[in-house]
């Protein structure tokens, strides 16, 4: 039958991602069962020593991570448990931070032999493991976020380990009883939250540096182009983010200085000439453009896209020839960026 133990662990960080833990010993746990270091049987277990998050074995993105030197060391299960941080599974990096800080629980899941456990005390205690077969090692829930510790305290069914460390981290008593609405409604808020943090942070790699390409009305393309006189109409972020080519992440995103390499009217319609004087600039034209070296592809892209739409090949970065001789059809650089 198959098992799982849950064990406060004892760790210690090596770095690189690295925690050293006892993830099983001879004390007897929360059920009455003492399962004895020296039956435990590693040799399926050390051809696919996998670190799983809360014995998930359906989702790849579960393996959080592998354990190394796995060994029975006096009378405790001693491994290195090695944590895949750095590499995009958010589960990985967050369980190495709260096994750093000490505050992990692991989870043995293994089968036992039946033939060789016995009860303790006639059965009134528990069971006496004494052959049993590791299969994994879990990590289990034991979120530091505040709340979500609040909310996994009310929570009916937590595992009285996690329920010790989680009860330890707030260092307050917890009602033990939640209606389970309130519950839910709890979760909906803490989920809706974190929702807000992620969108918030999305468009703040939005909101700064290139902007992206888009579409937009064409004026005709012989029609003048006067930079300033459009940038005094302009009002609004909506507005000048439209007319532009790139954003001041450190500026004030409402102020008209934050905005660099117009080629928009204010009342939206690309401009030909705009497009041709901001390309000249990017690429070197009266003394280039003051932005950072990583956001000119960015920059090129969008200017290029309205080049496509008046069906002009775009210049390629640093071709400056190609883009007076060819983009401005014969014009003058002096004659487009007037």
């Known amino acids: 039958m198959y098992r799982e133990k849950v064990i406060r662990a004892e760790t210690k960080a090596l770095g690189e991602g690295r925690v050293q833990a006892v993830v099983s010993d001879e004390s007897e746990d929360r059920d009455g069962d003492i399962i004895r270091a020296a039956g435990w049987s590693l040799e399926h277990f050390q051809r696919h020593p996998v670190l ?121 008593a917890i009602p033990d009883h939640l209606d389970a609405d309130e519950f839910r409604r709890l979760v909906r808020e803490e989920v809706d939250e974190l929702l807000d943090e992620r969108i918030d942070d999305r468009l703040a790699l939005l909101l700064r540096g290139p902007i992206p390409p888009h579409t937009a009305p064409k004026a005709d393309e012989d029609s003048a182009w006067d930079a300033g006189a459009e940038l005094r109409k302009a009002e609004g972020r909506a507005a000048l983010r439209r007319m532009h080519a790139w954003v001041d992440s450190d ?34 034209g009266r003394g280039g453009v003051n932005i950072p070296e990583g956001d000119m592809v960015g920059v090129h892209r969008h200017i290029a896209g309205h080049y ?3 069906d002009r090949e ?17 014009l003058s650089l002096e004659e487009v960026l007037t």
């Open 52 to 172: 799983l998050a809360s014995h998930d074995y359906r989702s790849l993105r579960s393996q959080i991570g592998e354990w190394e030197d796995m060994a029975v060391r006096g009378k405790r299960l001693v491994g290195v448990a090695h944590y895949y941080i750095g590499q995009g599974n958010d589960e990985a990096d967050w369980g190495y931070k709260l096994a750093e800080k000490g505050r992990a629980a692991f989870s043995v899941g293994f089968i036992a032999d039946d033939t060789k456990e016995r009860e303790l005390d006639g059965g009134r205690r528990g069971v006496e493991f004494l052959k049993q077969e590791l299969l994994e090692i879990s990590h289990v829930t034991v979120p530091a976020n505040r709340n979500a510790l609040q909310l996994m305290a009310k929570a009916q069914g937590l595992h009285p380990v996690v329920d010790e460390i989680v009860r330890e981290e707030l260092g307050a």
């Open 308 to 310: 496509r739409q008046f």
């Open 314 to 330: 775009p210049p390629e970065m640093m071709n400056l020839g190609e883009l007076a001789s060819e983009a401005l059809r014969g």
């Open 251 to 284: 500026g004030d995103p409402d102020a008209k200085a934050s905005y660099k390499l117009p080629h928009h009217r204010a009342s939206g319609e690309v401009v030909w000439r705009g497009c041709a004087a901001a390309m000249a600039v990017l690429m070197g």
